[in-house]
Structures are given as structure tokens and as C-alpha cells.
T-cell receptor, first 116, second 113 residues
Framework: DAGVTQSPTHLIKTRGQQVTLRCSPK?????VSWYQQALGQGPQFIFQ???????QRGNFPDRFSGHQFPNYSSELNVNALLLGDSALYLC???????????????FGNGTRLTVT | KNQVEQSPQSLIILEGKNCTLQ??????????LRWYKQDTGRGPVSLTI?????NTKSNGRYTATLDADTKQSSLHITASQLSDSASYIC????????????FGTGTRLQVFP
């Protein structure tokens, strides 16, 4: 049973460019969340997708956008890259079970983005 | 402001010793508290999840405690192993949304032989 998979594992981009990161959730999961983790910091919530719609959003600018496909996989897009966007981008999946608030998140191993 | 603070920032112990990591939070309303282990360059892996009604939960050599009154949690690691070297992140869930989480910055644990 595959866990959460992310691609690519590493990426180097130049300031001003655009990047797309991909995530396949754990089998059976329907909700995908994206996080940005700067070096030495805890993950920061970017947004969450469920039923192909953005359901929640953290404090990130509109340069960060996403998409969820019918097979529950997801993409994170970042436009006009800044040096400060360099970070580990984590995807986490879960199963949305109404009435239960304790479903665990399963994380992928992330995409390391370096902006030069 | 919702915040999660962890201490110490880093910790070095010898293999076989026990240690305790601390987490204080100001998140409200509180739903649940989670401890994750994150190896370098990897994604976090869940260790425990506790609701406000749970005082303690164990996962092998890891035991988490929660005091919802004082808004404090601890993670105790028994008989540490070299593979315990990692960052340990305390995460608190806001309101009743399971996936909108407030992350601490973690405690970096190094276990030496």
C-alpha cells in the first residue's frame, strides 16, 4: 500500500520562474494539504483540498495556488518565485470522516525547492 | 495568537538513556494534540494523537502526556536508540478541523553511542 508520494524530490529554479509540485495521496485518502517548511522551522500550512476544491488557506499570497484532480492527487503551483520560497514543501493526506476529528495526517517526504 | 512552543530546541543524550521533551500551547479552541517524528530530509511521521480528555498515550517507547488545564504536553522517550535521532514536532489542532494544525518548531534530538 503506497503512502504519500511527491515529485520531484529536488528542484532548482531561478527567481521569477514558476514551479509545479505534485502529490499522490495515500490509498483511500481524499483530502490533501500542503505545507511549507523552512530550514529549522516547523511546517506552515499553505492550503487544503477536498472534492477538488480549496477548502482552507493559510497566510500565503496568491502566488501559491493548487489543484486537486478526480483521483485525489494534487498539484501546488508557485508563480514569480522569490528567494524566500526556498523550502521543503510537504504534502499530507487524510481521510475526511465527518464527526471524527482525530484522523492522522500522512506526510510525503517532500520536495526540496531551491530558488537562486 | 495561536502558538505552540517547544523546549528544549535541541538535546543530546547517550544511547539507552531516557529523555523528556516539552510542549506548551496557546491554541484555542483546542481539538487535539499530536507528536510527530521527523527524520532529516523526510516527512513527519505520527507518533501519538490525544484529545483533551486523554492524559497519556503510548506508542512503544514513546509516551505522551497532556494537561489540557495548563496547556502543556510532554513526550517521554524510554531507553533511547540511535534511530531516535530526529526532530520531534508538537502539533495542535485548531477548532474542529482535523487538518488545520499549528506546528511547533520542534526539538532536535541527537542520540550518541
Amino acid at each position: 500500500d503506497a503512502g504519500v508520494t511527491q515529485s520531484p524530490t529536488h528542484l532548482i529554479k531561478t527567481r521569477g520562474q514558476q514551479v509545479t509540485l505534485r502529490c499522490s495521496p495515500k490509498s483511500g485518502h481524499d483530502t490533501v494539504s500542503w505545507y511549507q517548511q523552512a530550514l529549522g522551522q516547523g511546517p506552515q500550512f499553505i492550503f487544503q483540498y477536498y472534492e477538488e476544491e480549496e477548502r482552507q488557506r493559510g497566510n500565503f499570497p496568491d502566488r501559491f495556488s493548487g489543484h486537486q484532480f478526480p483521483n485525489y492527487s494534487s498539484e501546488l503551483n508557485v508563480n514569480a518565485l522569490l528567494l524566500g520560497d526556498s523550502a521543503l514543501y510537504l504534502c499530507a493526506s487524510s481521510l475526511r470522516v465527518w464527526g471524527s476529528y482525530n484522523s492522522p495526517l500522512h506526510f510525503g517526504n517532500g520536495t526540496r525547492l531551491t530558488v537562486t | 495568537k495561536n502558538q505552540v512552543e517547544q523546549s528544549p530546541q535541541s538535546l543530546i543524550i547517550l544511547e539507552g538513556k531516557n529523555c523528556t521533551l516539552q510542549c506548551n500551547y496557546t491554541v484555542s479552541p483546542f481539538s487535539n494534540l499530536r507528536w510527530y517524528k521527523q527524520d532529516t530530509g523526510r516527512g513527519p511521521v505520527s507518533l501519538t494523537i490525544m484529545t483533551f480528555s486523554e492524559n497519556t498515550k503510548s506508542n512503544g517507547r514513546y509516551t505522551a502526556t497532556l494537561d489540557a488545564d495548563t496547556k502543556q504536553s510532554s513526550l517521554h522517550i524510554t531507553a533511547s536508540q540511535l534511530s531516535d535521532s530526529a526532530s520531534y514536532i508538537c502539533v495542535v489542532s485548531v477548532t474542529y478541523n482535523t487538518d488545520k494544525l499549528i506546528f511547533g518548531t520542534g526539538t532536535r534530538l541527537q542520540v550518541f553511542p
